[in-house]
């Protein structure tokens, strides 16, 4: 059973593109969370999604950052015209169905180092 | 002020050494528990789940005290593997992680 898979691992842009990172879910999870860890920091939560639905988007900055969980294939997060301070490590994990009793463990893909120039 | 706080370290300890982590956490409506390990530019493991009656792991024993909001982790005879960054995490609705206490362990 194959962990959190996430790509690219690492991905240089520069000033004004955009960055798309993918992150697809462990077989049998339907939730996704996207965390961001700006270099020397903890974890911040940005966003939870299920299968075409944004459960909680709270930690997401209000401008250029969006994300999609589609019915089929993995969950993207986009920036758009990316900005110096966007250089960070984006974690993506995922929790099976959240069924009574279940182990809602998060568990956490290697994670893409975006560095913007 | 954050809502989980952590000692940043680092701490230095010889190989054997017994070394204790603290976290302090703000919000009362925090549900569960946790300490992850995090490597450097590695994604953070699930270490172990903490509860009010103490659990332990192998060398590892972690506590919680709900009425403190203060949640610590105990590693004894510690290993060279052990020097990590050891994350504690909160949970309400999603997990809300503190700043991490690095840990380095000597020959």
Redesign the interface.
Known sequence: NAGVMQNPRHLVRRRGQEARLRCSPMKGHSHV?W?RQLPE?????MV?LQKENII?ES?MPKERFSAEFPKEGPSILRIQQVVRGDSA?Y?C?SSPPREQGADD???????T?LTVL | RKEVEQDPGPFNVPEGATVAFNCTYSNSASQSFFWYRQDCRKEPKLLMSVYSSGNEDGRFTAQLNRASQYISLLIRDSKLSDSATYLCVVKRNMLTFGGGTRLMVKP
């Open positions: 969370y965390y920091e903890g974890l911040k939560f939870y909680d930690g490590a974690f994990a463990t998060q568990y956490f893909g290697p994670g180092r």
